[in-house]
């Protein structure tokens, strides 16, 4: 198979050497026509100039007097020849004196012997030289009695015509080299982008993802090497984020996986000694572990279907201050366990939005139980609703007492399988996926935080206005 190269190559070459040829051949035919038709024309004039001063002197003569008319007052001894011819074609005498014995056939004279005049152009019988011809006829009474041939040589015209087409086809061989090396040259020049893209292309398929291709230009070429560079990129981002995902649920299946075949093996080995206490501590380990595989799982399920596009949301009209305040309730019981105060204030009117309530309910689990993490005894957690009128927005604030995220931190916390150093546990999809969701309901969702002091997270959303509370 021909390269990209080699076609463009034999393309160009082709074209113009059809161009060239078209161009050579007219310039041919032109040249041909004016030197030759010149030639013959000039000679036609000539002879039809002299016909026209003598035909009444030669008219009256004899073929032996009309020979010595001729070379008394018609030979001029220029480069044109006249010859006397008899009604057959013989040659009577020429205007140098002389009179071979030499009978003539070409057109013209056969022409002449038929009573019009005429032309020809052709090699010489007798001088064999080429020439181009006009005979004239003679008449007398009704009748042709000799012939007059004017003939000029083409040999002069013949080597100008030489060397004019053999520099045309110097030209022409000359301007085919020249577009071959341009077409080389342009063809290496788009080639080479594309063989460089080949070769990066290759690097990647050997597992090297460190390459990229040089952008040369900006045009077609150069956006193509642009593009593929992003395309490298972005599946290096891909490649970590699997290798991220991989590494960190490997980890944090392992954990409880661990907790619950222990456990299970415990309780399984022990004796019936009556102790309830240690099957009652296993039984909780095994649940609450069995919980967090739960909740992986789900969190998995959720990034699976964000990533896939696949997420659908079961929208309705719905009071904002209802999910909250469910989640709230559900979640206080923890207060007892973690020695946290979760405290929560709603607005004293309904806030009508568009959203689906369990996913909204799922956000805020998620925001308050990251609260509960990382909020020590004794801390505080708020929840609150407002409305910011400026913006025409439903706003969910949630802000703890806890650690806080560090500054280099903070700008990652919501990207997919990113873990704070903290030495918390967790999937790392936790806050990508609340933001996400929040987004599918054309919101907002911002997190300020500083360390020690605490973390505050805002979820804006789009309010639904002049409208009946559902």
């Known amino acids: 198979m021909r390269s ?11 074209l113009i050497a059809m161009v060239v040829t078209v161009l050579g051949a007219a310039f041919a035919v032109l040249m041909w026509n004016y030197y030759y038709g010149s030639a013959q024309s000039s000679v036609k004039q000539r002879a039809e100039s002299a016909i026209s001063q003598h035909s009444r002197s030669l008219a009256s003569l004899s073929l032996h007097d009309q020979a010595d008319y001729l070379l008394q007052n018609m030979a001029d001894g220029g480069p044109t020849r006249i010859q006397l011819l008899s009604s057959t074609g013989e040659v009577q005498v020429d205007s140098d004196g002389f009179a071979p014995k030499v009978r003539y056939s070409s057109d013209d004279v056969r022409s002449a012997m038929a009573g019009s005049t005429g032309t020809w152009s052709g090699v010489d019988p007798y001088y064999g030289e080429r020439v181009t011809s006009v005979t004239i006829p003679l008449l007398g009474d009704t009748r042709v009695v000799s012939l007059l041939r004017y003939t000029s040589s083409l040999e002069k015209i013949d080597n100008m015509v030489n060397q004019l087409i053999q520099m045309a086809v110097i030209v022409g061989i000359s301007v085919v080299l020249l577009f071959l090396g341009l077409s080389l040259f342009l063809a290496q020049r788009i080639v080479n982008p594309i063989q460089e893209l080949t070769r ?3 690097y990647m398929a050997d597992g090297d993802w460190t390459k990229r291709a040089t952008k040369r230009s900006g045009d077609e070429i150069g956006q193509l090497a642009e593009t593929f560079n992003v395309m490298v990129s972005e599946l290096n981002k891909r490649e970590k984020l699997k290798n991220d995902f991989i590494s960190s649920i490997s980890h944090e299946l392992r954990t409880p996986l661990t907790s619950i075949k222990g456990w299970s093996e415990t309780l399984k080995e022990s004796e019936p000694t009556g102790d309830d206490e240690e099957v009652k501590l296993g039984l909780s380990i095994i649940s609450k572990e069995t919980e967090r595989l739960s909740g992986l799982v789900e969190d998995l399920l959720d990034f699976s279907k964000l990533s896939s596009s696949a997420m659908e949301l079961h929208t309705e009209l719905l009071d904002l201050n209802g999910p909250v305040k469910e989640t709230v309730r559900q979640l206080a019981v923890r207060e007892e366990n973690t020695r946290v105060k979760l405290i929560a204030a709603y607005a004293a009117s309904p806030i009508v ?11 805020i689990i998620n925001l308050i139980d990251n609260a509960f993490k990382f909020t020590p005894p ?49 999937s790392g999809l936790g806050l990508a996926i609340c933001k996400e969701i929040i987004e599918l309901h054309g919101g907002e969702l911002q997190i300020d935080s500083e360390r020690g002091a605490g973390t505050i997270v805002t979820i804006s959303l789009p309010r639904v206005k002049d409208h009946a509370t559902p």
Not at 6 to 14: E, F, N
Not at 353 to 363: F, I, S, Y
Not at 404 to 416: F, N, Q, R, S
């Open 4 to 14: 990209i190269k080699a076609k463009m190559v034999w393309s160009y070459l082709l």
């Open 200 to 202: 990066v292309a290759r």
């Open 378 to 426: 004794g801390g505080t957690i708020r929840v609150a609703t407002t409305v910011s009128e400026e913006r025409e927005q439903a706003q969910i604030m949630i802000a703890d007492t806890g650690s806080g995220i560090a500054a280099e931190d903070l700008p990652h916390v919501t990207e997919k399988f990113y873990k704070a150093s903290t030495g918390q546990g967790g």
């Open 353 to 363: 939005v568009c959203g689906d309530a369990n996913r909204l309910k799922q956000v």
